[in-house]
């Protein structure tokens, strides 16, 4: 497999992105940080042409784009079955806060 590239909006105006980027770090896998800067004139242009859901995170893997936070963390947590807690509530709220 190829490494995974994460684009993401500024961490500081893009708290999705930052969720599915802190999942990604503690994941432990190997993946590639693409940064879309989101003041520029072209953004919505530049983010259309890397998401199919014209928003970032957007994670681009072998099998396709994935372009929603919790969407991510699940395609992590497939690759790490560990990520996600063993406890039922434990993992509900893990969800959540993804």
Same mark, same amino acid.
């Given at each position: 497999?190829?490494?995974?590239?994460? @684009?993401? %909006?500024?961490?500081?105006?893009? $708290?999705?992105?930052?969720?599915?980027? +802190?999942?990604? +770090?503690?994941? %432990?896998? !190997? @993946?590639?940080?693409?940064?879309?800067?989101?003041? !520029?004139? #072209?953004? *919505? =242009?530049?983010? =259309?042409?890397?998401?199919? %859901?014209?928003?970032?995170?957007?994670? &681009?893997? !072998? !099998?396709?784009?994935?372009? #929603?936070?919790?969407?991510?963390?699940?395609?992590?947590?497939? +690759?790490?079955?560990?990520?996600?807690?063993? $406890?039922?509530?434990?993992? &509900?709220?893990? *969800?959540?806060?993804?």
């Amino acid at each position: 497999m190829s490494k995974p590239r994460l @684009f993401i %909006g500024n961490r500081r105006f893009s $708290s999705w992105s930052l969720r599915a980027w +802190q999942v990604l +770090q503690k994941s %432990g896998l !190997d @993946f590639e940080e693409v940064l879309v800067p989101l003041n !520029d004139v #072209d953004t *919505r =242009s530049t983010i =259309s042409a890397i998401s199919p %859901g014209g928003t970032v995170p957007a994670l &681009h893997t !072998d !099998d396709g784009v994935i372009w #929603d936070s919790l969407a991510i963390c699940e395609w992590a947590a497939e +690759q790490v079955p560990s990520l996600w807690p063993a $406890s039922a509530p434990l993992r &509900h709220r893990a *969800r959540s806060a993804a």
